[in-house]
C-alpha cells in the first residue's frame, strides 16, 4: 500500500498538468513552436531537454525586442545581403512555378 501511495505522490506532484487550453485550442504554445505568447509577447523557442536546468524563460525573445534587433542598424547590413541573397532564387522560384502553371494548362486543353 506505501509503495502505491509513493507513485501516486510521484505522479500528481513531478507529471506535467495538461489544461482545457493546452489540449483544445490550436494556437497554444505546446502545438506552435515560434510562436507568439498572446499576453506576454514572449517567442515560444526549442530547448534542449538535456540541458533544461540551463533554461532561463525570462531570456526568451520577445516580438519587441526581435522587431528592434531586425530593424538595427548593425544588423541592416547583414540582413540586407541576405534579402540580395534571396531576390534571384525568388525569381527563379517565381519562373518555374509559372512554367508549371503554363505546362498544366497546355495539359488540360485537349
Not at 489540449?23 to 497554444?28: I, S
Not at 515560444?44 to 520577445?62: G, H, K, L, S
Amino acid at each position: 500500500w506505501l509503495r502505491r501511495c509513493v507513485k501516486e505522490i510521484v505522479f500528481s506532484y513531478t507529471y506535467p498538468r495538461l489544461d482545457m487550453g493546452v489540449t483544445k485550442l490550436t494556437d497554444h504554445l505546446l502545438k506552435a513552436p515560434f510562436c507568439v505568447h498572446p499576453y506576454t509577447g514572449r517567442i515560444c523557442i526549442p530547448i534542449d531537454p538535456n540541458r533544461c536546468e540551463e533554461f532561463d524563460p525570462m531570456a526568451v525573445p520577445t516580438l519587441s525586442t526581435l522587431y528592434e534587433e531586425i530593424n538595427s542598424p548593425y544588423l541592416k547590413k547583414g540582413t540586407q545581403g541576405f534579402r540580395d541573397f534571396l531576390k534571384p532564387l525568388e525569381k527563379e522560384l517565381e519562373k518555374s512555378h509559372k512554367a508549371k502553371i503554363q505546362q498544366s494548362k497546355i495539359s488540360l486543353a485537349w
